[in-house]
């Protein structure tokens, strides 16, 4: 199958991924998918009947974004696939995240104003194989006290803490809600584009260095652009030729003059 666009690291297909990642037979680390939900009048937003068991063939491992209603309606199909949830397991490791806009969206003048999205993380298999690389963030701010001391209990301003072997290194574990700009009216060029910081912490936690991200549901190619930053690989797909053009130009102009 010819790409519709190809480079060292990212690889553009144009057509319907049921078809097309059958057709390439490829095994990748971790998908990113956006799928349509199906929640407006616009022809391109329709569900893709099928296309979860399709990837469950590809990764064992899947963000996925959507909204708590896309969740709950399709909730027998990701089941049907074998599809798991995170969230489901203890709570130490759960992974279900939201992402928090600067601006709402949604045309419904009778609820509250929608500035959030989800993305949980599905895999295939047991939860203790699947790759996962928790990510964390520099806060500047080391508590006091909370040090190594000969076996001894370190003291801090927040209270007494058994010795551990643990020394503050001024970093934590990112939280469950990420906040970035939406790219509505803000230089995007699909109508559900997802920003890139909000993607590259999730292929950092999901795909090992060099490994193979798939999205399946490429739109502009914000996945394969946080796929480069990210020092991974990318292979995305795009039924709309018009979105394929775009994301094409996106990702050449990311290549390094001659």
Known sequence: MEPYYSDDQVTL???DMREVLPALGLQAD???????????????????????????????????????????????????????????????DDVDL?????????????????????????????????YRDPQRITTGVIERGRVINNGA???????????????????RLMTSVIRARSMHRNGGIHP??????????????????DGLVVDPFAGSCSTAEAALLAGRRAVVIEGREDHCE?????????????
């Open 13 to 15: 297909y144009l057509g």
């Open 30 to 92: 971790l998908i990113v998918a956006d799928p349509p939900y199906e929640e407006t009048s616009h022809d391109w937003d329709r569900w893709p009947e099928g296309w979860l068991e399709v990837a469950a063939t590809v990764s064992r491992s899947m963000w996925c974004f959507g909204g708590l209603r896309m969740f709950m309606r399709f909730a027998p199909e990701f089941t049907a696939a074998g599809w798991h949830l995170s969230h489901d397991i203890a709570s130490k």
């Open 98 to 130: 939201l992402w928090e806009k600067h601006n709402a969206s949604g045309p419904n003048k009778d609820r509250f104003r929608r500035i959030h999205e989800q993305a949980g993380l599905f895999y295939q298999g047991p939860w203790r194989d699947v």
């Open 153 to 171: 209990k370190s003291i801090s301003h927040r209270g007494t803490y058994a010795n551990n072997g643990w020394t503050d290194n001024g970093t």
């Open 192 to 209: 559900t584009e997802k920003p890139v910081p909000l993607l590259e912490p999730l292929i950092r936690y999901g795909c090992p260095p």
């Open 246 to 258: 775009a994301g094409a130009n996106r990702l050449s102009a990311l290549l390094p003059a001659a």
